[in-house]
């Protein structure tokens, strides 16, 4: 049973929400739980699926979760979060009744998150007027076509704009999962959590949505996409030219020819922005001095890793280390 200490979440299901943008945060603050018992620690996360209709709730998969009780109507709200939902327009349309619940009690709450497409309901309630917000970025242009008075970040893993969160699809979801649990017990907790769930790393919310594994993965034939992957594994590597055409089969030459007609970019400009990605995740992921994190992501020096930055970013990796790393005071 939750005890005094426990920190109440509400996490709001609807008929087709997102299965993983429950089921996500869930596993995180069950994770947390976990680790705060280990540690001694009384306090836990008391996690409460509700919906506007109480029962067994179908998501977008064959998954269903069971919502006991309906939307809160009457006490304080600590935190709450809002699935989203694969086709959101009509879930708008459906849920009336949350909408006008997120009307009258979202700026209740401490903190009022919105996931994905759950940006929506916020919107369509009118308390994202004049503040930003982020969502998936396959309905970025919708929500601020139909809501012109929002701010829409279409990039940001997510956004808080006081105590409004919103994030973008589905694993950003976690992402400011673990976000609460760094705000509410420390940032040593949120990474245990993470390394638990095999999370590479907690990605800050001013990152971007699009990272160079991920763009990587939707562009180009197989062939082109098979050297990417082969190129993120070995970042750590010398890597030249004819290297990548060596393992590509193909000249010097023509490789660089086809990379940059399939690609956009020039084989070595990839390399580089591909770098500063892996030097980003491991400026944000511990205190490995800069020269490490040089090596580690194939530049020769820390000061070459600092031009990269410079000429890709407009900062040094020292500041976007002190921009982006949030280590925020538990509660």
Not at 27 to 37: K, T, W
Not at 176 to 188: H, K, S, T, Y
Not at 233 to 259: E, K, Q, V, W, Y
Not at 297 to 323: I, V
Request: glycine share 6%; aromatic share 8%; hydrophobic share 45%.
């Amino acid at each position: 049973m939750p005890g005094r200490d426990s920190h109440r979440v509400h996490v709001v299901i609807y008929p087709g929400f997102k299965s993983m943008e429950a089921v996500g945060p869930v596993n995180v603050l069950s994770y947390a739980n976990r680790h705060l018992a280990e540690r001694g620690d009384p306090r836990r996360y008391d996690i409460v699926l509700v919906a506007p209709r109480p029962g067994v709730i179908p998501s977008d998969t064959p998954i269903t979760l069971p919502a006991k009780t309906g939307l809160p109507e009457t006490g304080p709200l600590t935190t709450v979060m809002v699935a989203g939902a694969l086709d959101i327009q009509a879930a708008l349309a459906r849920e009336a009744g949350l909408v006008e619940w997120c009307r009258r009690r979202a700026l209740e709450a401490e903190r009022f998150a919105a996931l994905c497409s759950g940006s929506f309901f916020l919107a369509a309630a009118g308390v994202l007027d004049g503040r930003r917000a982020a969502t998936h970025w396959s309905v970025a242009e919708l929500l601020q076509r139909r809501f012109p008075k929002v701010r829409v970040d279409a990039d940001a893993i997510f956004v808080q704009d006081g105590s409004l969160w919103t994030s973008a699809g589905v694993t950003a979801a976690i992402d400011l999962a673990l976000a609460f649990v760094e705000q509410d017990f420390g940032r040593d907790l949120a990474l245990a959590v993470a390394r638990d769930l095999v999370i590479y790393l907690k990605r800050p919310g001013g990152q971007s949505q699009f990272s160079a594994a991920l763009t990587s993965q939707m562009r180009g034939p197989p062939g082109m996409r098979d050297i990417q992957s082969w190129l993120l594994a070995n970042l750590d590597r010398p890597l030249r030219i004819p290297d990548m055409a060596a393992r590509a089969g193909m000249s010097p030459r023509n490789f660089t020819r086809l990379f940059a007609a399939e690609l956009g970019t020039t084989p070595a400009s990839y390399l580089e922005s591909a770098r500063c990605e892996r030097a980003k995740a491991l400026l944000l992921d511990g205190d490995l001095p800069l020269k490490a994190i040089a090596f580690r992501c194939g530049f020769t020096s820390d000061e070459q890793l600092r031009k990269a930055f410079l000429r890709r970013f407009s900062l040094t990796p020292r500041d976007y280390r002190d921009r982006f790393r949030t280590t925020l005071t538990a509660r």
